[in-house]
């Protein structure tokens, strides 16, 4: 689904009450319609009543008068007619954080995850934050270790949901130290690229490139040009050796086309009294 034109917003997790750059871009993309509608779809999180309250107060305090929640707690509910229409009716759609897994099985075939995806094709907005942004890769993490070096068995993957083609995105990068994580889903999965997003930070996906906004970075393995690994030699819990993995740092600003693999710098001016002999 790469070629398609329909923009995702993928942010990497964190408070989103003190992310005003990223809720501006979701403001963006749906001012344009006539008092839009977005539909906050809790799936992924097991305290849904919390999470309801929390965005429902946070989009209508930016001005979005119709906050419709859609609740998937069990599996049944996918097949709800009133969920169905609410997706029908949205502008956006906006994934709360919780566990990734939980999307991927209680959505999975059923007419609303069918729906979601023609609604995609439309060109509705669909933003996630944590477990709504990872879910959105074709392939996902759904545990690992933090703070380690790559490793085998270091994660568990699943498939994702496929908005983002030949991708595994993973979320609270830096704060975590995920970076080991990801190289292990890379050694497992070479042609794919691991996507790592910082807190308070979203990568804004258009026709096969996305720009990187907000606070922190998206970080990027890309393991086409790995010449070594020794993964199927290691036993379980042994480090990995990889040599060749092209990585790309990305702040705000920073654009990346998935389609060339090719990172995008904007244009720079140096700061005002610098001084170049120090």
Same mark, same amino acid.
């Given at each position: /689904? ?6 995702? !917003? ?7 009450? @003190?992310?005003? @750059? ?15 509608? &977005? ?10 009543? #919390? ?28 097949? #709800?007619?009133?969920? +169905?229409?609410?997706?029908?009716? #949205? ?15 209680? &959505?999975?075939?059923?007419?609303? %995850?069918?729906? +979601? ?13 944590? #477990?709504?942004?990872? /879910? /959105?890769?074709?392939? =996902? +993490? ?10 085998? *068995?270091?994660?568990? !993957?699943?498939?994702? =949901? ?5 991708? !595994? !995105?993973?979320? %609270?990068? *830096? ?27 979203? =990568? ?21 040009? /790995? %010449? ?7 036993? @379980? ?33 140096? =700061? ?7």
């Amino acid at each position: /689904m790469a070629d398609r034109k329909t923009n995702l !917003i993928a942010i990497g997790g964190g408070e989103m009450s @003190e992310a005003r @750059e990223i809720l501006d871009e979701i403001l963006g993309h749906i001012g344009t319609k006539r008092d839009p509608r &977005l539909a906050v779809l809790t799936v992924a999180t097991n305290e849904s009543e #919390a999470a309801s309250v929390k965005y429902n107060g946070l989009f209508r305090r930016l001005g979005i008068r119709h906050v419709d929640i859609v609740n998937v707690s069990q599996r049944e509910d996918s097949f #709800a007619e009133s969920s +169905i229409k609410k997706i029908k009716n #949205a502008d956006a759609l906006f994934f709360t954080g919780g566990d990734q897994l939980n999307i991927t099985s209680l &959505l999975g075939g059923t007419p609303l %995850h069918n729906l +979601i995806y023609e609604r995609y094709k439309e060109g509705v907005l669909i933003a996630g934050t944590s #477990a709504g942004a990872a /879910m /959105m890769s074709s392939s =996902m +993490i759904i545990s690992g270790n933090s703070d380690s070096p790559p490793k085998v *068995s270091g994660v568990t !993957i699943a498939p994702g =949901m496929d908005l983002v083609e030949t991708t !595994i !995105i993973d979320t %609270h990068f *830096s704060q975590r130290g995920r970076h080991g994580r990801l190289l292990t889903a890379i050694a497992h999965y070479p042609q794919v690229l691991g996507l790592g997003i910082d807190e308070r930070t979203a =990568m804004v996906v258009n026709d096969g490139e996305f720009k990187v906004i907000g606070e922190g970075v998206v970080t990027v393995f890309d393991g086409r040009n /790995m %010449h070594y690994s020794d993964l199927p030699y290691r036993k @379980e819990d042994e480090t990995v050796g990889m040599f060749g993995v092209d990585i790309h740092v990305l702040p705000s600003g920073y654009r990346y086309n998935m389609k060339e693999r090719e990172p995008l710098a904007p244009r720079l001016t140096k =700061m005002a009294g610098a001084d170049d002999d120090v």
